[in-house]
């Protein structure tokens, strides 16, 4: 148990931080320009993670598996979709919202987790929790409502905000649904690649690769690491011993 709750910390805090170069790149680009540049990175770091373990296990001759089960495939494609729209979703809510805002208002996926997880899942959900939700829920409605719409907020980046924790929310319940049948690194990489592919069938984003300079891909790259690679991995250690 407290080895879950060490890699939801670092699973949380990686993904707090990696709202800072995301915010700083979608300045340079615009929002409608970062994400695929990011999730490509993503997946390219996370290959070559991938990449690195499997030699690893052939070095060590314990011989290298690189089958993609039923279960490998249907859970990576569905985390793709989520998370495709779950980062387009941020990085339009970080067009008018600070990078604190976004991250405190991801923290309410916490809300779809444990409602979708009761229903699909029937895990339980017992007094501590819902009296963990009412102090969290109380602290985000007071700090919304100590914000001045007229500096630098719009109700439409909440929104957009609200959309991305939804769909975080919904990877990990679908993550916590074939923990026990999946490699975390396969399905890492294969989502992300899914992830890129279907951001790439929107109208002008592959070729808005061409026009992105040097410092908007490193910035990209601070992201993808903090947040689709090592985020995620970590969330997904996280399961094995927690509740989604």
């Known amino acids: 148990m407290l080895v879950g709750l060490g890699w939801s910390a670092l699973a949380a ?8 170069p995301f915010k700083a790149a979608a300045v340079d ?8 540049p990011m ?16 030699l690893r296990e052939l070095v060590s001759r314990r011989g290298a598996t690189w ?29 008018t919202l600070s990078p604190g805002l976004v991250s405190v208002t991801l923290r309410t996926q916490v809300i779809f987790v444990a409602m979708t ?4 899942l029937g895990e339980p959900v017992g007094v501590r929790f819902w009296t963990g939700l009412g102090m969290a829920l109380v602290g985000f ?10 500096t630098g907020f719009s109700w439409a980046g909440l929104l957009w905000a609200l959309v991305a924790s939804a769909s975080f929310g ?18 890492n990489t294969l989502r992300l690649w899914f ?3 279907l951001l790439a069938l929107v109208p002008g984003r592959a070729e808005n690769l061409l026009h992105i300079h040097g410092r908007t891909w490193l910035l990209a790259g601070l992201a993808a690491l903090g947040g689709p690679v090592l985020s995620r991995l970590c969330l997904m250690r996280a399961l094995r011993t927690l509740p989604a």
Request: net charge positive; with cysteine.
């Open 67 to 95: 089958r993609w089960g039923r279960s490998t495939l249907t859970t990576a494609l569905l985390l793709g979709a989520a998370a495709a729209l779950g980062n387009e979703a941020v990085c339009r809510a970080l067009a």
């Open 39 to 54: 999730m490509l990175t993503a997946a390219l770091l996370s290959t070559a993670l991938e990449g690195a373990g499997r």
């Open 141 to 150: 409605v007071y700090l919304q409502g100590s914000l001045d719409v007229s």
């Open 195 to 197: 992830s890129v592919g």
């Open 13 to 20: 805090a990686f993904a707090a931080g990696y709202l800072v």
């Open 29 to 36: 680009v615009g929002p409608s320009r970062l994400v695929l």
């Open 170 to 187: 919904a990877m990990q319940v679908i993550i916590r649904q074939a923990i026990h049948r999946i490699d975390l690194l396969k399905v």
């Open 117 to 120: 997880a009761m229903l699909l």
